[in-house]
């Protein structure tokens, strides 16, 4: 059975018994306490919360899963995968395990057609009723039934939902281990289906505080470990859904499967982190030193590591991500689109990181070769620190080696040095890519510029490199640089942006992409080839995307006319360190020492539009640097400088050293819109603005939530701001008039409360409901009665809905004597059909059986009567 019968025939058994269908949902979560979808039930957690309504009793889902805390074990075991599927059937207080597990059992006996004298159940240490139902139920014999203790209690590793579970296992047979069922051997007996009754919550890891609203089921089997049984293979990375991509890792380290173990190890890391990063950053994850980020990075450096370490070479993450591709679009069509994207972001980051291994590798190697035990901490943050080895990496390579790495010393060094040690590795890093292209462009002459004056050119093709090595052509569908002996495309410098474009020859052309510096003065054109094929020694035109250069043209002039109003308005020690000039769009670091208040941040904006309004003329000349200096003119951030410099003026406020492009008068920049203003470390700021029609744009949004404000206000365009102050000013004194209502109206019924409560044995006691209070009113007036008729036990109670809340009070001093307002609400909240939380002073409950709200309070004054008599 394939693995798309294995996900038709689970959907359409749950579907046949009332589930709905639910897609998978992202493996970016929107709860804010998982970096990753880590279980099937993660898009359902606010409806086993009781957070939201479920829009459906039962639900089947076939959910992407991620997990990497056995990351470290991945291709060591048979069953273990960062990147799985979840089989998945849900109840949202629907059925329980009266259903669950007969369910289950029908689907792999007769619909996967599993034999049942070869699988093996676990229930809960005390979950009874769940043993019950395997036994009497469903048949299953005595002897395959064990019971477990946190093996068989599901929680996840935040807050949220909780409960007992029962498991289903398989035996493979006396060849994979010892006999007697999973809590001997987990490896013969492979569990494959995880019933989860969820109905308790904890309120951290492993701390249960009650109940939820509601009793629901979550179950999860592994798609892989499922076609792992049903395709009768030994591991899940020899099922349909793993195994074309280890085939790939296969092809591409030339090494077959099977034959030696260390081999084979790594075949299946390969073939896991590849499915993993391509499921990742389809799914809108980037490469990054943090967060889902780092997860992705990790996965990425393993896998890449694992291939260069058996000598791969060429990219092995493209070779794993069309597998994968291939494999799963059927199942994840999306995939398909984003390929591109997945097959990019991948291979940017294996380039960076194999110029990191090949860099580090020698000096580990000798290091290790001097120790037996341990590496010391220094050497592992020396790798770090100057070519960026990723210490994970040197504590992998050293343990297949039988040593040890001193983390501690690690961590010491680089919380010491963080800072420095990142910017001595991109100094290194830039050092050593600038090199490999000095040794395959060395024949080429520098590039001739003639983007300031002109949009295309008549050029020759002098250099084409694919994947880092210089060829002889390029083909349709290829990536690649192209290297001309003149161009008009300006390679992105000072913070402007490299041109687009397009180079076609006789043969073919390309889209070109991006434009950079290789080298300084050999200019990159980083290309995609669109039709036919492209040859070295090719006569070529080039021309530039003229609308982007000119949007661009006018966010460089408008930088330096910025630059010039922030030196005008806050000094001259507002100076540049760093900026992006892109098409309608710049960003300007630059030094000061406080944030800008409003009339500062006004009057730079004012002052650069009176600039641009003086439609001063823009001109651009060439002198020396020392003649430059004499005149005043400022260097800009990013630019290296000769003996000959370019001087670009503005009107008679701008003269800036600058080899960008701009417009030829001020005016052409349009109006220049500052966005923001901010920090960005100690003493430095960034301010962000817009020129041009997307300035104009940004504008007219503006004028239209401006009048949309109007209308609303009912006023004119140009009272909206007097409109709202005066109904910010109704809204406030409205509302600390019902404030102060509502203050007495608790002070009012915590007085009620209280005007004759039960004493016993010298502490009031009071117990009562309170129609229509909401939660916050109950917990207030059960804090004014108390305080009011200390020391004092207040237990209250109100229905909302068809729903109960609850909630108690108690006095220090009769805390101190043993009474605790979590256990006084325990037993009422249970009733109800809840549970809740809270400390020995306060605690609150809630359930979905408000009708019985009486009787929980009733049950709530014999509690709390008996515990002040037995005082």
Not at 82 to 99: A, H, P
Not at 651 to 670: I, P
Request: charged content about 25%.
């Amino acid at each position: 059975m394939d693995h798309n019968q294995i996900r038709t025939r689970f959907v359409e058994f749950f579907v046949e018994r009332g589930h709905t269908h639910v897609p998978s949902a992202s493996l970016v979560p929107p709860d804010p306490t998982l970096l990753l979808t880590n279980a099937g039930m993660v898009q359902f957690k606010p409806y086993m919360l009781g957070e939201e309504e479920p829009p459906y009793p039962r639900a089947v889902t076939i959910q992407k899963v991620a997990r990497t805390s056995d990351i470290e074990i991945i291709g060591t075991t048979a069953r273990h995968l960062t990147l799985f599927e979840m089989l998945g059937n849900f109840s949202f207080g629907d059925y329980f395990k009266e259903k669950a597990i007969p369910y289950a059992y029908e689907l792999i006996t007769e619909v996967f057609g599993l034999e049942p004298d070869r699988l093996w159940y676990t229930v809960y240490k005390d979950d009874n009723e769940a043993a019950e139902i395997w036994l009497d139920g469903v048949g299953v014999p005595a002897e395959r039934l064990q019971r477990r203790d946190r093996d068989n209690f599901w929680q996840m590793g935040v807050p949220g939902p909780c409960g007992p579970s029962s498991e289903i296992f398989y035996d493979k047979g006396p060849d994979y281990g010892e006999d007697g069922g999973p809590i001997v051997d987990e490896e013969r007996f492979t569990e494959f289906w995880n019933l989860v009754f969820m109905q308790n919550i904890q309120d951290v890891p492993y701390n249960v505080i009650g109940d939820l609203p509601a009793r629901n089921i979550d179950t999860g089997a592994g798609l892989e470990r499922v076609a792992m049984l049903l395709q009768e293979k030994d591991t899940v990375f020899e099922t349909d859904l793993v195994w074309p991509v280890l085939e790939a890792g296969e092809r591409y380290l030339d090494r077959r499967y099977g034959v030696d173990e260390q081999v084979d190890v790594s075949l299946r890391i390969l073939a896991d982190h590849g499915r993993a990063m391509t499921l990742l950053i389809g799914d809108g994850v980037v490469p990054s030193n943090e967060g889902r980020g780092y997860i992705l990075r990790r996965l990425i450096r393993r896998a890449v590591r694992r291939a260069w370490s058996l000598g791969g070479t060429g990219p092995v993450t493209s070779a794993v991500i069309e597998a994968t591709v291939e494999t799963l679009a059927g199942a994840y069509p999306e995939l398909r689109r984003a390929r591109d994207h997945i097959l990019e972001t991948a291979l940017r980051e294996e380039d960076s990181f194999r110029r990191t291994l090949e860099t580090g590798s020698t000096l580990l190697d000798e290091e290790l070769s001097r120790v037996s035990e341990v590496l010391p901490g220094s050497v592992a943050f020396k790798l770090h620190d100057t070519y960026g080895f990723p210490v994970e990496v040197t504590t992998e390579i050293a343990a297949e080696r039988g040593v040890g790495v001193d983390r501690d010393g690690f961590d010491k060094q680089m919380e010491a040095q963080r800072d420095q040690a990142r910017r001595a590795w991109k100094g290194s890093e830039v050092a050593a890519e600038t090199e490999e292209y000095r040794k395959l462009l060395g024949g080429v002459d520098l590039t001739d510029f003639l983007g300031y004056d002109l949009e295309n050119s008549n050029s020759r093709i002098v250099a084409l490199l694919r994947d880092g090595a210089a060829v002889e052509s390029l083909s349709a569908g290829e990536q690649g640089e192209v290297f001309l002996d003149r161009t008009p495309f300006y390679a992105e410098a000072g913070g402007q942006v490299g041109d687009s474009g397009t180079i076609w020859t006789e043969t073919g052309s390309v889209m070109v992409t991006d434009t950079q510096f290789a080298i300084p003065g050999i200019t990159s054109h980083q290309v995609r080839v669109a039709t036919g094929s492209i040859r070295q020694d090719q006569e070529a035109t080039a021309e530039i995307d003229g609308d982007r250069r000119e949007r661009i043209r006018k966010s460089h002039t408008g930088t330096h006319i910025l630059h010039s109003a922030l030196r005008s308005i806050l000094g001259e020690q507002a100076r540049q360190a760093g900026s992006l000039v892109e098409a309608g769009r710049l960003r300007f670091d630059f030094s000061h020492h406080a944030a800008l208040d409003v009339e500062e941040l006004s009057a730079v904006e004012r002052l650069a539009n009176e600039h641009v309004i003086q439609n001063a003329r823009v001109t651009a000349f060439e002198t020396s640097k020392q003649e430059a200096e004499a005149m005043g003119a400022i260097a800009f951030f990013g630019d290296k400088y000769g003996e000959t410099v370019r001087v670009v003026e503005a009107g008679d406020f701008s003269r800036e050293l600058c080899g960008g492009t701009h417009t030829s008068t001020t005016g052409q920049v349009g109006p220049l819109i500052v966005t923001s203003e901010g920090s960005i470390g100690s003493n430095m700021r960034r301010v962000e603005a817009l020129t041009g029609a997307t300035a104009y744009e940004h504008i007219a949004a503006l004028r239209s939530e401006l009048e949309g404000a109007a209308e609303a206000l009912q006023t004119g365009i140009g009272n909206v701001g007097p409109a709202l102050t005066a109904l910010l000013a109704r809204t406030m004194d409205q509302e600390e008039r019902l404030g102060a209502f509502e203050d007495r109206y608790r002070s009012d019924a915590a007085a009620g409360l209280t005007s004759n409560p039960e004493r016993v044995a010298g502490a009031a006691m009071v117990v009562a409901a309170v129609p229509g209070a909401s939660s916050e009113d109950l917990r207030l007036m059960a804090l004014q009665a108390r305080d009011k008729v200390k020391p004092a036990v207040v237990v209250l109670g109100t229905e909302n809905n068809g729903k109960a809340q609850l909630v108690a009070v108690v006095s220090k001093d009769l805390v101190e004597r043993g009474v605790s307002a979590r256990s006084l609400i325990a037993d009422p909240a249970n009733l109800v059909g809840g549970g809740g939380g809270g400390d020995d002073e306060v605690a609150q409950a809630g359930g979905p059986d408000g009708a019985l709200l009486d009787d929980a309070l009733a049950r709530a004054g014999e509690h709390v009567r008996g515990l002040l008599s037995a005082l």
